[in-house]
């Protein structure tokens, strides 16, 4: 019962370097989402998709691209790494248009950028 | 942005029974309530929701007034490893879709 799976746990950037982060849900999820969580704080949304092939922006979008080609995978990319993006990244998936249906969320990507 | 405020930390002690309330005045008509539980190098995992009334699971109770302005999450006879941070939160529905917006949570610290 592997539920999201996000790769790589850890990655360590140089300012100005590119990378891409994969999440991988196998319960036939619509909707799926990627936050970023800094030290003491909750989680803030970047990006969400509603289905394959649909992105959409959250609360602080600018900096990342997403990508939903495929309904299981969701990819966060960082065109220009800066350190103001050094954080835990993580990615949640779930059934349903409303509120309550539950989130899953993977186990986190730590990204460090110096 | 239906937003929703609770506090910032409490603590307790083993076998105590823990309430954390959550106040959410601009929550709409179609929102749930949903409690998420996080631990420290994990994602957050859901504990808990409710529309109105009361919900009960194998982890928690969640109290809801007819007016559903607040919710309060109950942790019975709570041990060290119910440490951790509360999430409280409700639909966004702007833009047309829903999304959960986290706010700071509760972060709850359990004492021998």
């Known amino acids: 019962n592997a539920g999201v799976t996000q790769t790589p746990k850890f990655r360590v950037l140089k300012t100005g370097q590119s990378m891409t982060l994969l999440c991988a849900q196998d319960?036939?999820?619509?909707?799926m989402y990627w936050y970023r969580q800094d030290p003491g704080m909750g989680l803030r949304l970047i990006h969400y998709?509603?289905?394959?092939?649909?992105?959409a922006k959250g609360e602080v979008p600018d900096g990342y691209n997403v990508s939903r080609l495929k309904k299981q995978n969701f990819l966060l990319g960082l065109e220009s790494a800066a350190p103001s993006q050094t954080s835990v990244y993580f990615c949640?998936?779930?059934?349903?248009?409303?509120?309550?249906?539950?989130?899953?969320f993977g186990s986190g990507t730590r990204l460090t950028v110096v | 942005l239906a937003k929703t405020t609770q506090p910032i930390s409490m603590d307790s002690y083993e076998g105590q029974e823990v309430n954390i309330t959550c106040s959410h005045n601009n929550i709409a008509t179609n929102d749930y309530i949903t409690w998420y539980q996080q631990f420290p190098s994990q994602g957050p995992r859901f504990i808990i929701q409710g529309y109105k009334t009361k919900v009960t699971n194998e982890v928690a109770s969640l109290f809801i007034p007819a007016d559903r302005k607040s919710s309060t999450l109950s942790l019975p006879r709570v041990s060290l490893s119910d440490t951790a941070v509360y999430y409280c939160?409700?639909?966004?529905?702007?833009?047309?879709?829903?999304?959960?917006?986290f706010g700071a949570g509760t972060r709850l610290a359990v004492h021998p």
């Open positions: 998709s509603v289905g394959e092939g649909t992105t």
């Open positions: 939160l409700v639909g966004d529905r702007s833009g047309g879709y829903n999304k959960l917006i």
């Open positions: 319960m036939n999820h619509e909707y």
């Open positions: 949640a998936s779930s059934s349903g248009q409303e509120a309550g249906y539950g989130y899953t």
